[in-house]
């Protein structure tokens, strides 16, 4: 079963604008990730954050963590027409060894 | 970076044959891959846990019968979809693992049923 929700499932925004996605998870974890992937296409991963971290930051990119309300947001900042893609935030399943389990994945979509 | 490689991209096939997916870890050893199924606008869903030698375990729903994984080295591991349908069509997606989570991904497999 997945373990992530992220939403909004859908975000449409405009060029320039920053762009924030939120995970919940429901059991306990070691670390979360963050991916991307374009339409039909394979998967990047993007940042990876433990279960000891509360902030990191990559770029444009800037990831939270709170363990205790089992949640990430990822914020990506400036954002630009090629930022437009699913993303997924991820994490270990312990029921399945070292396997990631994915949420349903938010779809953004950056306008110029 | 650590590369893994998934073939073939797209293939099409007739309904009741059977398709096989290679992933290879090209410059690390995989001791386990992972399986994934994505059907269109959804997320990625794991099939099957595979480690190099042993049989693979699989998750709940996934017909170990109809998708069949070799995991024969520590740089392969093969998914054989046996006697497809339309609705076997999907994205599928490996990813390898040395240790801890699978970070690295192949590009993924479409395939069509037709």
């Known amino acids: 079963s997945q373990q992530g929700e992220e939403d909004p499932q859908a975000l449409s925004i405009q060029e320039g604008e920053n762009a924030t996605m939120n995970c919940s998870y429901k059991?306990?974890?070691?670390?979360l990730q963050w991916y991307r992937q374009n339409s039909g296409r394979g998967l990047v991963h993007l940042i990876l954050?433990?279960?000891?971290?509360r902030e990191k930051h990559s770029g444009r990119l800037r990831v939270t963590l709170d363990t205790s309300k089992k949640s990430s947001s990822l914020l990506i900042t400036a954002s630009r027409a090629a930022d437009t893609a699913s993303y997924f935030c991820?994490?270990?399943?312990?029921?399945?060894?070292?396997?990631?389990?994915f949420g349903k994945g938010t779809t953004l979509s950056v306008s110029s | 970076g650590a590369v893994v490689s998934q073939h073939p991209s797209r293939v099409i096939c007739k309904s009741g044959t059977s398709v096989k997916i290679e992933c290879r870890s090209l410059?690390?050893?995989?001791?386990?891959m992972f399986w994934y199924r994505q059907f269109p606008k959804q997320s990625l869903m794991l099939m099957a846990t595979?480690?190099?030698?042993?049989?693979?375990?699989?998750e709940q729903g996934v017909e170990k019968d109809k998708f069949l994984i070799n995991h024969a080295s520590l740089t392969l591991s093969t998914l054989t979809v046996t006697s497809a349908h339309p609705e076997d069509s999907s994205f599928y997606i490996c990813?390898?693992?040395?240790?801890?989570?699978?970070?690295?991904f192949g590009q993924g497999t479409r395939l069509t049923v037709v």
């Open positions: 954050i433990r279960s000891n971290e």
């Open positions: 410059d690390f050893q995989a001791t386990t």
């Open positions: 059991t306990s974890i070691n670390n």
């Open positions: 595979s480690n190099e030698g042993s049989k693979a375990t699989y």
């Open positions: 991820a994490t270990v399943s312990y029921q399945a060894g070292t396997a990631l389990i």
């Open positions: 990813s390898a693992s040395q240790t801890g989570p699978g970070a690295f």
